[in-house]
Protein backbone atom coordinates (compact mmCIF):
# COMPACT_ATOMS: atom_id res chain seq x y z
CA UNK A 1 0.00 0.00 0.00
CA UNK A 2 1.26 3.40 -0.89
CA UNK A 3 1.47 6.09 1.94
CA UNK A 4 3.27 9.53 2.08
CA UNK A 5 4.69 10.95 5.47
CA UNK A 6 6.04 14.24 6.50
CA UNK A 7 7.51 15.68 9.73
CA UNK A 8 6.27 19.09 10.90
CA UNK A 9 8.01 19.39 13.74
CA UNK A 10 6.63 16.50 16.55
CA UNK A 11 3.82 15.66 14.61
CA UNK A 12 4.62 13.06 12.10
CA UNK A 13 1.76 13.58 8.84
CA UNK A 14 0.59 10.00 7.76
CA UNK A 15 -1.20 10.00 4.02
CA UNK A 16 -2.66 7.16 3.02
CA UNK A 17 -2.42 7.21 -0.97
CA UNK A 18 -4.75 4.63 -2.01
CA UNK A 19 -8.40 4.35 -2.31
CA UNK A 20 -9.21 1.71 -0.03
CA UNK A 21 -7.68 0.74 3.95
CA UNK A 22 -9.30 -3.05 3.96
CA UNK A 23 -8.86 -6.39 5.26
CA UNK A 24 -6.36 -6.88 2.22
CA UNK A 25 -3.91 -4.16 3.47
CA UNK A 26 -4.79 -3.84 7.19
CA UNK A 27 -1.84 -6.28 8.37
CA UNK A 28 0.84 -3.68 5.97
CA UNK A 29 -0.85 -0.11 7.00
CA UNK A 30 -0.70 -1.92 10.63
CA UNK A 31 3.22 -2.80 9.81
CA UNK A 32 3.69 0.75 8.84
CA UNK A 33 2.34 2.15 11.61
CA UNK A 34 3.89 0.18 14.27
CA UNK A 35 7.71 1.11 12.39
CA UNK A 36 6.27 4.92 12.92
CA UNK A 37 5.95 4.28 16.45
CA UNK A 38 9.24 2.27 17.48
CA UNK A 39 11.36 5.03 15.91
CA UNK A 40 9.54 7.31 18.22
CA UNK A 41 6.87 9.05 16.37
CA UNK A 42 4.55 9.81 18.96
CA UNK A 43 1.91 12.35 17.57
CA UNK A 44 0.83 10.66 13.99
CA UNK A 45 -1.63 12.98 12.12
CA UNK A 46 -3.55 9.84 9.62
CA UNK A 47 -4.75 11.73 6.40
CA UNK A 48 -7.18 9.61 4.77
CA UNK A 49 -8.62 12.36 2.88
CA UNK A 50 -8.33 10.20 -0.53
CA UNK A 51 -9.42 7.00 1.32
CA UNK A 52 -13.09 6.05 -0.50
CA UNK A 53 -13.58 3.08 1.69
CA UNK A 54 -12.39 1.23 5.18
CA UNK A 55 -13.39 -1.73 6.53
CA UNK A 56 -14.04 -2.81 9.70
CA UNK A 57 -9.99 -4.38 9.46
CA UNK A 58 -8.69 -1.57 8.35
CA UNK A 59 -10.31 0.28 11.31
CA UNK A 60 -8.79 -2.15 14.00
CA UNK A 61 -5.33 -1.47 12.09
CA UNK A 62 -5.93 2.25 13.25
CA UNK A 63 -7.14 1.03 16.81
CA UNK A 64 -4.17 -1.02 17.17
CA UNK A 65 -1.93 1.67 16.15
CA UNK A 66 -3.35 3.90 18.46
CA UNK A 67 -3.14 0.83 21.86
CA UNK A 68 0.67 0.67 20.41
CA UNK A 69 1.17 3.92 21.79
CA UNK A 70 0.34 2.92 25.30
CA UNK A 71 -1.36 5.76 26.38
CA UNK A 72 1.74 7.52 25.84
CA UNK A 73 0.89 9.73 22.43
CA UNK A 74 -2.10 10.40 20.06
CA UNK A 75 -3.54 9.78 16.99
CA UNK A 76 -5.79 12.25 14.86
CA UNK A 77 -7.72 11.71 12.00
CA UNK A 78 -8.21 14.30 9.15
CA UNK A 79 -10.29 14.05 5.74
CA UNK A 80 -12.67 11.18 6.44
CA UNK A 81 -15.37 11.07 3.78
CA UNK A 82 -18.87 10.77 4.43
CA UNK A 83 -18.92 6.81 3.71
CA UNK A 84 -15.27 6.34 6.13
CA UNK A 85 -17.30 8.79 8.71
CA UNK A 86 -20.27 6.41 8.68
CA UNK A 87 -18.15 3.38 9.43
CA UNK A 88 -16.12 5.42 12.41
CA UNK A 89 -19.92 6.76 13.50
CA UNK A 90 -21.03 3.19 13.72
CA UNK A 91 -18.73 1.81 15.72
CA UNK A 92 -18.44 5.04 18.17
CA UNK A 93 -14.73 5.30 16.65
CA UNK A 94 -15.59 9.10 16.23
CA UNK A 95 -15.25 9.47 20.19
CA UNK A 96 -11.90 7.91 20.49
CA UNK A 97 -10.58 9.85 17.93
CA UNK A 98 -9.77 13.38 17.17
CA UNK A 99 -11.01 13.67 13.74
CA UNK A 100 -10.65 16.89 11.44
CA UNK A 101 -11.78 17.95 8.52
CA UNK A 102 -8.85 18.61 6.88
CA UNK A 103 -4.91 18.16 8.04
CA UNK A 104 -5.30 22.14 8.01
CA UNK A 105 -7.67 22.16 10.63
CA UNK A 106 -6.00 19.47 12.71
CA UNK A 107 -2.79 21.68 12.56
CA UNK A 108 -4.43 24.59 14.13
CA UNK A 109 -5.96 22.69 16.83
CA UNK A 110 -2.69 21.54 17.64
CA UNK A 111 -0.57 24.85 17.48
CA UNK B 1 -53.22 -10.59 -16.19
CA UNK B 2 -51.29 -10.71 -13.38
CA UNK B 3 -47.54 -9.39 -13.66
CA UNK B 4 -45.10 -11.43 -11.32
CA UNK B 5 -43.35 -9.09 -9.38
CA UNK B 6 -39.63 -7.95 -11.33
CA UNK B 7 -36.94 -10.24 -9.32
CA UNK B 8 -33.07 -10.20 -10.64
CA UNK B 9 -30.43 -12.38 -9.55
CA UNK B 10 -26.92 -11.94 -9.71
CA UNK B 11 -24.20 -14.48 -9.01
CA UNK B 12 -20.75 -13.75 -7.82
CA UNK B 13 -18.02 -16.09 -6.97
CA UNK B 14 -14.82 -15.55 -5.98
CA UNK B 15 -11.79 -17.53 -4.44
CA UNK B 16 -11.23 -16.62 -0.96
CA UNK B 17 -8.56 -14.19 -1.51
CA UNK B 18 -9.22 -10.74 0.71
CA UNK B 19 -7.97 -8.85 -2.65
CA UNK B 20 -10.71 -9.85 -4.75
CA UNK B 21 -13.29 -9.03 -1.90
CA UNK B 22 -13.02 -5.16 -3.63
CA UNK B 23 -14.54 -6.97 -6.68
CA UNK B 24 -17.77 -8.22 -4.79
CA UNK B 25 -17.99 -4.79 -3.17
CA UNK B 26 -17.89 -3.25 -6.46
CA UNK B 27 -20.82 -5.52 -7.65
CA UNK B 28 -22.58 -4.88 -4.84
CA UNK B 29 -21.95 -0.93 -5.02
CA UNK B 30 -23.22 -1.46 -8.98
CA UNK B 31 -26.60 -3.67 -8.03
CA UNK B 32 -27.32 -0.70 -5.03
CA UNK B 33 -26.85 2.08 -7.35
CA UNK B 34 -29.65 0.48 -9.77
CA UNK B 35 -32.10 0.69 -6.70
CA UNK B 36 -32.67 4.21 -6.44
CA UNK B 37 -30.92 4.66 -3.14
CA UNK B 38 -29.24 7.13 -1.63
CA UNK B 39 -25.65 7.35 -1.75
CA UNK B 40 -25.01 6.57 1.89
CA UNK B 41 -27.03 3.23 1.55
CA UNK B 42 -25.54 1.79 -1.26
CA UNK B 43 -21.74 2.64 0.38
CA UNK B 44 -23.69 0.73 3.55
CA UNK B 45 -24.46 -2.11 1.50
CA UNK B 46 -21.07 -2.33 -0.16
CA UNK B 47 -19.75 -2.12 3.34
CA UNK B 48 -21.99 -4.78 4.84
CA UNK B 49 -21.46 -7.20 1.80
CA UNK B 50 -17.78 -6.70 2.22
CA UNK B 51 -17.85 -7.13 5.90
CA UNK B 52 -19.52 -10.83 5.40
CA UNK B 53 -17.09 -11.97 2.74
CA UNK B 54 -14.14 -10.82 4.63
CA UNK B 55 -15.77 -13.09 7.63
CA UNK B 56 -15.82 -15.94 5.33
CA UNK B 57 -12.22 -15.65 4.04
CA UNK B 58 -10.81 -14.91 7.44
CA UNK B 59 -12.67 -17.42 9.55
CA UNK B 60 -14.75 -19.88 8.03
CA UNK B 61 -11.40 -20.36 5.88
CA UNK B 62 -8.71 -19.26 8.15
CA UNK B 63 -7.49 -16.96 5.63
CA UNK B 64 -6.50 -20.05 3.61
CA UNK B 65 -6.28 -19.17 -0.51
CA UNK B 66 -8.11 -21.71 -2.88
CA UNK B 67 -11.84 -21.62 -1.15
CA UNK B 68 -14.99 -20.61 -2.65
CA UNK B 69 -16.94 -17.84 -1.66
CA UNK B 70 -20.44 -17.51 -3.29
CA UNK B 71 -22.12 -14.07 -3.30
CA UNK B 72 -25.75 -14.35 -4.23
CA UNK B 73 -27.72 -11.13 -4.63
CA UNK B 74 -31.72 -10.95 -5.24
CA UNK B 75 -33.75 -7.90 -5.91
CA UNK B 76 -37.22 -8.47 -5.54
CA UNK B 77 -39.95 -5.81 -4.97
CA UNK B 78 -38.82 -3.84 -2.15
CA UNK B 79 -36.03 -5.20 -0.69
CA UNK B 80 -32.17 -6.49 -1.44
CA UNK B 81 -31.03 -10.16 -0.09
CA UNK B 82 -27.94 -11.19 -0.13
CA UNK B 83 -26.22 -14.23 0.64
CA UNK B 84 -22.66 -14.96 1.51
CA UNK B 85 -22.16 -18.67 1.30
CA UNK B 86 -18.69 -20.67 2.35
CA UNK B 87 -18.32 -24.28 2.88
CA UNK B 88 -15.50 -23.50 6.11
CA UNK B 89 -15.29 -23.61 9.66
CA UNK B 90 -18.97 -22.19 11.04
CA UNK B 91 -19.27 -19.78 13.27
CA UNK B 92 -20.52 -21.24 16.52
CA UNK B 93 -21.91 -17.81 18.03
CA UNK B 94 -23.64 -15.19 15.70
CA UNK B 95 -24.28 -11.92 17.62
CA UNK B 96 -24.56 -9.00 15.38
CA UNK B 97 -25.65 -6.80 18.25
CA UNK B 98 -23.14 -7.61 20.89
CA UNK B 99 -20.16 -4.92 20.66
CA UNK B 100 -19.55 -2.84 23.63
CA UNK B 101 -16.48 -1.06 24.75
CA UNK B 102 -15.87 1.88 26.60
CA UNK B 103 -14.18 4.73 24.67
CA UNK B 104 -12.37 6.12 27.39
CA UNK B 105 -10.24 3.44 27.93
CA UNK B 106 -7.99 3.20 24.90
CA UNK B 107 -5.84 0.27 25.96
CA UNK B 108 -9.08 -1.83 25.81
CA UNK B 109 -10.68 -0.60 22.31
CA UNK B 110 -11.31 -3.40 20.12
CA UNK B 111 -9.33 -4.47 17.31
CA UNK B 112 -11.78 -7.14 16.02
CA UNK B 113 -14.97 -8.37 16.26
CA UNK B 114 -16.50 -5.40 14.82
CA UNK B 115 -17.73 -6.63 11.42
CA UNK B 116 -21.04 -8.53 12.23
CA UNK B 117 -21.92 -5.71 14.81
CA UNK B 118 -21.45 -3.73 11.79
CA UNK B 119 -23.48 -5.68 10.08
CA UNK B 120 -26.31 -6.37 12.42
CA UNK B 121 -26.49 -1.54 12.48
CA UNK B 122 -26.71 -2.08 8.55
CA UNK B 123 -28.98 -4.40 7.31
CA UNK B 124 -32.48 -4.92 8.40
CA UNK B 125 -32.04 -8.74 8.73
CA UNK B 126 -29.34 -11.16 9.16
CA UNK B 127 -29.70 -14.89 9.45
CA UNK B 128 -26.68 -17.24 9.70
CA UNK B 129 -27.31 -20.43 8.75
CA UNK B 130 -24.86 -23.87 8.66
CA UNK B 131 -25.94 -26.99 7.44
CA UNK B 132 -24.85 -30.15 4.94
CA UNK B 133 -20.96 -28.13 5.41
CA UNK B 134 -22.20 -24.95 3.90
CA UNK B 135 -22.77 -21.92 5.57
CA UNK B 136 -25.05 -18.61 4.56
CA UNK B 137 -25.34 -15.28 6.32
CA UNK B 138 -28.50 -14.00 4.64
CA UNK B 139 -29.01 -10.24 4.65
CA UNK B 140 -31.62 -8.27 3.75
CA UNK B 141 -32.42 -4.52 3.33
CA UNK B 142 -35.41 -3.26 2.62
CA UNK B 143 -35.53 -0.29 -0.25
CA UNK B 144 -37.99 2.61 0.76
CA UNK B 145 -39.11 4.74 -2.16
CA UNK B 146 -37.16 8.04 -2.25
CA UNK B 147 -39.62 10.66 -1.25
CA UNK B 148 -40.53 12.62 -4.87
CA UNK B 149 -41.20 16.40 -3.82
CA UNK B 150 -44.91 17.52 -4.83
Known amino acids: MQIEEKKLGNLLVVTILDKRLDASVAYEFKSQMETFISRGDRLILLDISQVDFIDSSGLGAIVSSLKRLSGRGDILISGAREAVMRLFKLTRMNKVFRMFESENDAIAALS | ?150
Open chain 2, 1 to 150: MKIAPEKRTVTIRIESNLEDVALVGAVARMLASRLSLAEADIGDIELAVSEAVNNAILHAYRDEPGHLVEVKFTQQEDELTIDVCDQGRPMTNFEPTAFGYDSADPLRLPERGMGLFIIGEIMDEAVYRSSRAKNVLTMTRRIKPRRVAP
